[in-house]
Nanobody, 122 residues
């Protein structure tokens, strides 16, 4: 069981930036993905990274605004979020599984963090 701890959420105005962190208790080659869930909506995959190669993938709605990155020495994956919009509001979770195939399918993930809240006001 891999333990994941998210941090970095907060409240910002439209156009602002936040940097989320996800620290894993184990950091072997794996797929780590950021998901988000807004009230009344389904959880959706936002960005993923395969820690072995650094390959990344993004939800179309965040391409060009968000960047996922990793620091292997710290067992940490980051989500840099820029030009935030009110529709980016939600609880952000990181999750991990062995490989990144079908990365947006949340039921395929084995381990989840507790989440960190992101609120973007207009």
């Amino acid at each position: 069981q891999v333990r994941l701890v998210e941090s970095g959420g907060g409240s910002v105005q439209t156009g602002g930036s936040l940097r989320l962190s996800c620290t894993a208790s184990e950091y072997s080659r794996s797929c780590i993905t950021w998901f988000r869930q807004a009230p009344g909506k389904e959880r959706e995959g936002v960005a993923s990274i395969y820690t072995g190669s650094g390959a990344t993938d993004y939800l179309d709605a965040v391409k060009g605004r968000f960047m996922i990155d990793q620091d292997n020495a710290k067992n940490t994956v980051y989500l840099e979020m820029n030009r935030l919009k009110p529709e980016d509001t939600g609880m952000y979770y990181c999750a991990t599984k062995r490989f990144c195939g079908s990365w947006r399918f949340d039921r395929s993930y084995e381990n989840w963090g507790q989440g960190t809240q992101v609120t973007v006001s207009s």
